[in-house]
C-alpha cells in the first residue's frame, strides 16, 4: 500500500487536472486533450 503523503498528492494532481477542464469548458464551451495538455 501505498505512503499516504502520495495518495494526497495523487488527489492534489487529479483536481488540479479537473479544474482545468472546468476552466477550459467554461471559456470555451469545451475542453479538448490537446488544450488539457498544453496547460
Do not use: F, W
Not at 482545468?20 to 469548458?25: S, V
Request: aromatic letters at 6%.
Amino acid at each position: 500500500m501505498p505512503p499516504k503523503t502520495t495518495a494526497v498528492r495523487n488527489s492534489t494532481a487529479v483536481e488540479d487536472y479537473l479544474e482545468r477542464i472546468l476552466e477550459l469548458i467554461n471559456a470555451k464551451g469545451y475542453a479538448r486533450v490537446v488544450d488539457i495538455a498544453s496547460s
